[in-house]
């Protein structure tokens, strides 16, 4: 397993592009305000009575690796083991305690959620998440259609998003968020709301950006989507880079470990 | 390591989440600005969609505002009351009002957008300017309102009323400052935002909504000299000299509220700009 580490990160047939991303050395710490009882205090029963602590959490202890156009890299790890501070860290959203992430163009989280508004329609969310991603309402207005094609909701567009069920709301997320050509795209659990058919859409997706030479990260723990659509993936544990290499190598040693 | 920094030389690579420079920062915020608009826009009819009444409300919450007002300090002030007291009052609570939504709503653009600032990457100018424009779209409407309301209790229409454009733009560059202001200090303190609607009280009180700092300060001349340099007060004044009947405008204000303006707009942004790493971050 250690062995993995060492290997390229890449097959020699599938020759990857200059590098895009350049993780260096990368310590990320939290402080906490943490609140409460400790275990096993038997003070702190009353409410004014809190206890306030600040906690230092190393989420990320010394990682460092390179990304190349026309690669997508899935990430596993266990919960907590700080993936998604690592891809956060990239886009620049996180900052670091040590270490620097440099970039080509600024990476993208799959994020657009955060943008729409519940209340208003699906069609007005399109426009409002591609604005919000830094496109022109023109250029909206070109891949409009492709979007509500994409999303497969078309006679839902018009109703208030609060009406949609979590997959359809994800459905529209992603297909807002990848209408837009990406260089370095992050793409964090989005696809494990969908159905089986989305699921099999957002991964072809996923490919084709990396096929026009954009650089795609892919957070999931559904390791057949990482077999499907990734050609390299790097294990997170505990804030430490475990592995990085092949795909099936990783993955291999991934699941020998957790059982 | 070195060979990070190697990759990172040969690739012309660059730190990830660095602050931009000014220029660049406020031009990236200029080629935001259909996004500024439509969240401004959409965010207007978001929030009043589920009422009833809809965007009714944006004109009677200052209407309820101004009758309460009305009612009890109408009574309390007794003879003291401003000559034209009902022009005077509406003209004072609708003006005021928007500094109020954008001083309050601006101190938490941050703050209440934060997963939106963790996920995406944009000048988190976008932010405060957006509120403030939906604060200023449902502004209109209220302008409109104490038009109609100042001619229902006697005011005629002048030429003098075209004055008004300038005074809200000024108006709003002011509130923007402020805004600005707020959206930062809220970020590195917190709980500032529990405490923004008292010092917005005391603003309220002191501004001149109700009463007329001019002749209930008449016996304090120094405190009087305050009441020339405060421009919260300089708006209402100018409000009411364009408006209502009775009162004259004193066209030193427009100088001295255009430099209040100018002058806290450019810190506001500098200020703000330079916090820019600083949002979204948990500590």
């Known amino acids: 397993m250690a062995g993995t580490t060492d290997q390229p990160a890449h097959d020699a047939a599938d020759a990857p592009g200059r590098p895009v991303v350049a993780v260096d050395d990368l310590h990320v710490d939290y402080r906490v305000l943490a609140t409460g009882r400790r275990a096993g205090a038997d003070s702190g029963t009353k409410i004014f009575e809190r206890r306030r602590e600040i906690h230092v959490v190393h989420a990320l202890k010394g990682v460092t690796f390179v990304a190349h156009a026309n690669e997508s890299i899935g990430v596993v790890g266990s919960n907590g083991s700080g993936k998604s501070t690592l891809m956060r860290a990239i886009t620049g959203l996180t900052p670091a305690t040590k270490g620097a992430v440099y970039a080509s163009s600024r990476p993208n989280l799959l994020g657009v959620g955060a943008a729409l508004l519940p209340e208003l329609s699906g069609e007005r969310n399109i426009y409002l998440g591609g604005l919000a991603l830094g496109l022109k309402r023109g250029e909206i207005d070109d891949m409009f259609d492709d979007i509500v094609e994409f999303t497969g909701l078309k006679e839902f567009i018009h109703l208030p998003m609060r009406t949609y069920s979590s997959g359809m709301s994800a459905r529209l997320k992603f297909a807002i968020a990848t209408a837009t050509r990406h260089d370095i795209l992050i793409v964090d659990e989005a696809l494990s709301v969908g159905d089986r058919a989305f699921q099999k859409k957002s991964e072809a997706r996923i490919r084709e950006i990396r096929e026009s030479a954009g650089t795609v990260f892919l957070v999931s723990h559904q390791m057949q989507s990482i077999r499907d659509t990734c050609n390299r993936a790097i294990w997170i544990e505990k804030g430490e880079l475990l592995a990085d290499g092949p795909t099936e190598d990783v993955l291999a040693a991934y699941e020998n470990r957790k059982v | ?283």
């Open chain 2, 1 to 283: 390591m070195s060979e990070i920094s190697e990759v990172v030389e040969a690739n012309g690579l660059h730190r990830v989440g660095a602050r931009l420079p000014l220029g660049t920062y406020l031009r990236e915020t200029w080629d935001r600005r259909d996004f500024i608009w439509t969240m401004a826009q959409y965010r207007l009819q978001s929030e009043n969609e589920r009422n009833r009444l809809g965007m009714g409300w944006v004109l009677l919450r200052p209407l309820l505002n101004a009758l309460i007002y009305g009612l009890i300090f109408g009574v309390i002030l007794g003879s003291s009351r401003p000559h034209n007291f009902i022009p005077y009052l509406l003209t004072g609570v609708f003006l005021f009002d928007f500094f109020t939504n954008s001083m309050l709503s601006g101190g938490r653009s941050i703050i209440n957008n934060f997963q939106l600032v963790r996920s995406l990457s944009f000048p988190r100018l976008v932010l405060p300017l957006s509120v403030v424009l939906q604060q200023f779209l449902s502004f209109l409407p209220a302008i409109a309102m104490m038009l109609v309301l100042t001619v229902v209790f006697g005011s005629l229409p002048t030429w003098n009323w075209l004055l008004l454009i300038p005074l809200i733009v000024l108006f709003a560059l002011f509130n923007t400052g402020v805004a600005l202001v707020m959206a930062r200090l809220t970020v590195h303190f917190r709980d500032l935002s529990q405490f923004v609607p008292y010092i917005n009280r005391i603003l309220f009180y002191t501004a001149g909504v109700f009463f007329n700092p001019a002749t209930v300060l008449q016996s304090y001349p120094h405190l009087r000299l305050i009441f020339d340099w405060y421009p919260l007060n300089h708006v209402l004044a100018l409000g009411r000299g364009i408006l209502v009947r009775g009162y004259h405008i004193d066209y030193a204000y427009f100088w001295r509220l255009a430099l209040w303006a100018v002058g806290l707009l450019v810190v506001g942004v500098i200020y703000f700009w330079a916090a820019e790493e600083r949002y979204g971050r948990d500590d």
